[in-house]
């Protein structure tokens, strides 16, 4: 079984400019002459930790984490009313990371995500193909409608009633049948006293709902004010414009993924990504292995989902 690996410390930090007014906080750790690989982050809107770089054997892996656009240490942040999100979206992400690799000088690296950072390296994986030695996915997240409406629309009330009440409270009855634009309407208000209280229910019901149990640290983080603004609104923005995708676009193109080694890791009770999505990728992509851990939720520090993305990084660190 595989267990986090110790505590360890960067060796090189810094911020990249990628345009636009962007500039990106990047990390690399473990060891400068292993194998690459780039942590994507979830959310979108979520950020990087030191707990990430333990997801890899720092003697045999060149560990890159990078916080996406408008969040975590990069700059300008999203949760500054004066924000522009108009030039944060998934390509420009996936054109960042390019931006990325080449000035760490790294020529293919393996990709990591879970959640919306599922999302983020099938994009770029299936765009760079040629870049990525492999994927280790977990949590698998594509926003199709199917999954938005689950989750943000009223799905997943039938198992959390009582936290979405918290859910529905900033949005007045008569704009309940469509949660999500009702949500950016607030989000994007300038007014702190209509966005705060938005962003920190939108925030609660996510984090409250993403393991098995709850877990009041993870609530805690997630609904502190400066991170729950920026959190909610880019993920709002980018659930509003369907993550600049063509419907079924990452399941669609899958195919683009053969002969890439790959990881699926899925928790059976994940209520925010449900497990529907990660079966049609590995029917789409069944190349890749797949392992539906039996007692977990979304969470990847979950015990089940841990150590099984554990197993895959030692494994492919030998490769």
């Not at 560990?63 to 656009?69: E, G, K, S």
């Not at 609530?219 to 509003?240: K, L, M």
Request: glycine share 8%; charged share 25%.
């Amino acid at each position: 079984m595989g267990e986090p690996y110790p505590e360890i410390e960067p060796y090189e930090t810094g911020m990249l400019d990628v345009g636009d007014g962007q500039s990106l906080y990047w990390e690399t750790s473990g060891n400068p002459d292993g194998k690459p690989v780039v942590f994507l982050h979830g959310g979108p809107g979520g950020a990087t930790s030191p707990i990430h770089r333990r997801l890899f054997d720092p003697k045999r892996y060149r560990i890159v984490l990078v916080d996406q656009r408008g969040c975590g240490k990069s700059t300008p942040h999203a949760s500054d009313p004066a924000a522009d999100l108009s030039t944060n979206t998934t390509w420009h992400l996936v054109a960042d990371l390019e931006v990325l690799r080449k000035a760490l000088k790294i020529k293919r690296w393996m990709v990591f995500g879970g959640s919306w950072g599922s999302t983020l390296a099938l994009a770029y994986a299936q765009k760079h193909t040629k870049r990525v030695t492999e994927l280790v996915l977990r949590g698998i997240f594509t926003l199709r409608d199917a999954e938005l409406d689950w989750f943000y629309e009223g799905g997943a009330s039938a198992v959390f009633p009582d936290l979405w009440e918290g859910y529905l409270e900033p949005i007045p009855v008569d704009e309940r049948r469509h949660l999500i634009e009702a949500y950016h309407r607030r989000l994007f208000d300038e007014d702190p006293a209509v966005h705060g209280p938005a962003a920190v229910a939108w925030s609660r019901w996510e984090s409250s709902t993403i393991t098995l149990l709850p877990q009041e640290e993870t609530v805690a983080r997630f609904t502190d004010p400066h991170f729950a603004v920026a959190f909610a609104r880019i993920e709002n923005h980018f659930f509003t414009n369907k993550g600049w995708f063509e419907p079924e676009q990452l399941i669609r193109d899958a195919g683009k993924l053969a002969g890439v080694p790959g990881v699926i890791v899925q928790g059976r009770y994940d209520m925010c990504t449900p497990v529907f999505t990660a079966w049609d990728l590995h029917r789409a992509w069944p190349e890749a292995d797949f392992t539906i851990v039996p007692d977990a939720g979304h969470a990847f520090d979950e015990p089940g989902i841990l150590s099984a993305l554990i197993d895959a990084t030692d494994r492919f660190a030998k490769d």
